[in-house]
């Protein structure tokens, strides 16, 4: 009885996770019609029985489907997921759904399990950070958004995969890497990656390098920032009279001065030194713990909500550039929600050889390529800040891209030498690397 009692708390705690992801996005008659689609299907999905109601396949047409096209199949209940190629969709449709009924369809196939996997599980490449001491991989599961969740978790947990975690979007879970493709098999699973790395630090002569002098001289002057909000996640919260009044703490905890240094660069109002003012010194900050990467996936919430348009972070996530989960969730969101501007460090792994096809080639002096350090900064619509000196010249260690897909990356580059900025206590630091 007490195993069952577990269980069942188990999956409600499930089903408050998954549910608490707000995806209010600009007005998108599809994106309309296709939640309307799942409300009125999500009765329907049997879970005692564990029959998830949809099948996920690639469906082939004759053309690439038109928005009226995709609004006929959605009245059938048929989910154009994502373009493939070659006229090819993935698309999610009921069981019930005749495909010979389909109009303009040519073919159709299952998602092959190999085709579920990041790059690196393809590869039988396990990073350190996702290995445990029993030589498990700890991996992250991305359901498809139609399917059953709790059938999903109970499905697992009688195939003897313990679920470690339950986030808003995924299963946290330990396999052997002999077990990972029959994961990849189930039905209703989406992808499959590796952990995301725990974010670390990356960096530690004043705004006129930016330009910024020539934008404001200082609050309230030219363009200092003011009426816009922006959301930094960093290591804790700040307490300098340089941010007075202007600092919205979400944090929970404090260990260190990495988010005094970032958040002096961006709002730094020169109150006691006016030479360590920041490039927006009216603006207003509100401060995140960077472990949950909340100031991102809470962005549409808090632009809504706090009139946060932009987000910053400066912490590594990897090295290499892949295409994550999270970069896709970053891609998807700025999509509907275009008023929103993501910026990050591109990283100080220029001299590495990360796991990259770009790896391999070296410079002269050391420098090598494909080295942006997380999957969010190799989304398409992230900013990617690379570290240049005061001679405006790239600094060695800045990492460079591409990343994996070859799309040119980093984005930007700015000053990132000797920053004078604020400290902890009301005292001043000198930061340098792509967070400052």
Known sequence: MQNYLIVGLFLISIQFAFGQKNYTKKEDPIDFQRSQLLIQNASMVTDSNHVDYYRYLKLKFETIQTSEQRKLLLEQGIDLIGYLESHSYLAALPHTVALNNISGLLQWDTIAAEQKLSRSLANNTYPNHALDEEGSVLLH????????KVSL????????????????NYFKVAVLPESILALAALPSVFYLECIPAVPRYEGVAGRQQQRGNWLSLGPGTGLDGSGVALAIGDDGGVDHIDFAGRVFDHTEFDRGSHGDMTAGLAIGGGNLDPKAMGIAPAALLHLYNIEQYEHIDQAVNNYQELGTVITSTSFWEGCGGDYTQAARELDLQVNHSISLLHCFSAGNQGDTDCDNPYGSIELPNGVRFGNITGGRKAAKHSIAVANISQHDSLILNSSRGPAIDGRIKPDLAASGSGQRTTDQANSYQVASGTSA
């Open 153 to 168: 978790s109970i499905e697992l947990l009688e195939s003897g995969i313990e679920i470690l975690e339950a986030g808003d």
């Open 141 to 148: 599961i991305y359901p498809f958004r139609h399917a059953s």
